[in-house]
């Protein structure tokens, strides 16, 4: 059982770092055309700001729903048990 259990994560590590794929950041003149743009009324770069901010929060999200989740289980395991 042992084995298969280090044969299924070495084959999700190799599989994790060949399928990596190099990515360009941002250029310096994209950045500040999106600061700036903004401050002009620009409503590319109010929409580029919001799509950050959908990325960012989406984890967040879903890390908070599983540990709420994860409470009322424990919570339902522990007052069973009591």
């Given at each position: 059982?042992?084995k ?8 999700i ?5 060949t399928?990596t ?37 989406i ?23 009591s």
């Amino acid at each position: 059982m042992k084995k298969a259990i280090l044969i299924f994560i070495l084959f999700i590590s190799v599989f994790a770092v060949t399928g990596t794929t190099t990515a360009s950041a941002q250029c310096a003149m994209c950045t500040i055309n999106a600061e700036q743009g903004v401050k002009n009324g620009n409503t590319q770069a109010k929409g580029i700001n919001s799509g950050v901010l959908y990325l960012m929060a989406i984890p967040y999200l879903m890390i908070g729903a599983l540990g709420v989740l994860w409470y009322k289980k424990y919570r339902t395991n522990v007052s069973k048990t009591s």
